[in-house]
Each structure stands twice: as structure tokens, then as C-alpha cells.
């Protein structure tokens, strides 16, 4: 949603940096793009020159079918080369990736039903991040000596209670579910055939901290601009590349896995 007040707060005083990252901010929240022709105005009536020479760096448009790497890429570029000619672009790849045709699976499973009437996929990414970063949280706070840096190493410093195993589970399924709607695959991706006959409890939990500090890597590794730390407002600093999402879920499903191991159940987490 459109806040005037710390948008002509950034006009007034001429913050560019600011006033282009919410401009383009707004392209992902509203999808008819009336916020950004009203923020557009809005500078005009400033006196806020927002854009940027066009002639300065050629602007590469990619073929169909685009996708959401298309978007990403742009999102970025958008900020360092504020063309009329890249906005019109941007608007086009938004358009056409995540609202020309709402994804539906007349076959979903009782999780992903939840789900059904969430059209805005913009948001996936987004809560990809933020329910990594709370499980990331949730384990820090899990350590029993927190001067101990979170490491495979470390991993029996966790405090691995019953709350902490089925919390974690919940955001691993809420991953697992952004990861799908991501990638538009359903499969579910369950390992627990392959740990059922496991009956080493220490090993569940060494293997749990693994899985997720190769998780927590894996999402580092694939920010673009490495001085941003990892954060749920720097989302759209996060490459979600098919290679990150396929394993980022797939590390999610091994945390399940172990999850129900530690616990018990072999509930598969839907919410």
C-alpha cells in the first residue's frame, strides 16, 4: 500500500535512491500500476526528476517465455538505470509472469488448499525468506550458550525441545509450499521412507543443524549484492533461482523428516 506521507517526506528531500526503490516497490504490491502513476505525479509536482538518460546504457530485452530470474534481474537493474523505456519493460515482465495466468492445481493437496486463493505470487518469494529467517530465529534462540556460534560442530548446543522441532516443521512446510508455487511443481518431495529405519536419535539431530545451516549457505550464496545482510525487507536481493529453490526444498523436506523423527509423528506438518 501507497504511503504518501513517507513518499513526499522522500521528495522533499530529494532522496532519488529512496524515492526510486519505493517506486518500484509499488510495481510489486499493485498490479494495475495506479500507485506508481500516482507517485510519478507526485514527483512532476515536485519537481523530482526521477529518471534517468535512456541513452546511456542499452537496455536488453529477453525473449519469451520470461521468468521470474527475468524479473528479479530487472528489479535489480531498475534501481542503478531509472528509464521510462526499463519501466515499461518491468511492468511488461511483471504482467506477464506472475498475473497472466494464476496458477491452479485442481489436484492440490490438503496444505497447498490453504492456499488456493493466494493469486499474488509476488509473495512467494517473500515469505520464502521470512519463514527461513524465523526458523533461523527460532534456532538461535534454541542455544543453550549463546557466546556459541550456531555450527554443524556446535549442534548439540541446541536446545532441541518439542516447541522448537514442531515450529521449525511449520516453516519447513511453509518453504516446502512457497517452493512449489515457485517452481509450479507439487510433488511433495517426502524423504521419511528413508529414515524410518534410522533409529540413531543423536544422528537426527546433528543431521537436522546440517540441513539447515546448508540451507542458511545456500540463501547467503545466493544474494546479489553480498554487502546487504540477509534480512525480510532485502527479499528481492535474493536470487531464487530454480538451483536455489529445488534445494533449498529440498533441505526443507529433510528437516521434516527429522523433525518427525525427534518427534515421534509422522504428521507431514499441513497447517
Known amino acids: 500500500m501507497l504511503d504518501i506521507k513517507l513518499f513526499e517526506e522522500a521528495l522533499r528531500k530529494n532522496n532519488i535512491l529512496k524515492i526510486r526503490l519505493m517506486m518500484k516497490n509499488s510495481l510489486l504490491y499493485d498490479p494495475s500500476f495506479k500507485s506508481f502513476d500516482e507517485m510519478e505525479k507526485l514527483a512532476e509536482k515536485y519537481k523530482v526528476n526521477i529518471w534517468q538518460d535512456s541513452s546511456v546504457e542499452v537496455l536488453i530485452k ?24 526499463r519501466i515499461v519493460y518491468l511492468k511488461d515482465l ?10 491452479v492445481n485442481k489436484n492440490i493437496s490438503n496444505y497447498n488448499e490453504k492456499y488456493k486463493n493466494d493469486s499474488n505470487k509476488i509473495n512467494y518469494g517473500r515469505k520464502l525468506i521470512s519463514n527461513f529467517l524465523n526458523m533461523q530465529i527460532l534456532i538461535n534462540d534454541a542455544r543453550r550458550d549463546k557466546s ?27 518453504i516446502i509450499h512457497y517452493c512449489n508455487q515457485l517452481s509450479g511443481s507439487e510433488e511433495d518431495g517426502n524423504h521419511n521412507e528413508k529414515y524410518k529405519n534410522d533409529s540413531n536419535e543423536i544422528n ?41 529453490i529445488n534445494n533449498v526444498k529440498k533441505y526443507a523436506n529433510e528437516i521434516i523428516c527429522y523433525c518427525n523423527q525427534l518427534s515421534g509423528s509422522e504428521e507431514d506438518g499441513n497447517i
Open 94 to 103: 511483471i504482467t506477464d509472469v506472475y498475473y497472466s495466468d494464476i496458477y
Open 148 to 174: 556459541i556460534n550456531l555450527s554443524a560442530d556446535a549442534w548439540q548446543n541446541i536446545n532441541l525441545s518439542k516447541r522448537v522441532i514442531n515450529n521449525v516443521k511449520k516453516y519447513a512446510c511453509e
Open 204 to 244: 537426527y539431530e546433528r543431521k537436522f543443524i546440517s540441513n539447515f545451516l546448508n540451507m542458511q549457505i545456500l540463501i547467503n550464496d545466493a544474494r546479489r549484492d553480498k554487502s546487504i545482510n540477509l534480512s525480510a525487507d532485502a527479499w528481492q536481493n535474493i536470487n531464487l533461482s530454480k538451483r536455489v
Open 62 to 85: 529477453r525473449d519469451k517465455p520470461w521468468t521470474i530470474d527475468d524479473v528479479n534481474y530487472e528489479l535489480t537493474a531498475i534501481v542503478s538505470n531509472f528509464t521510462k523505456e
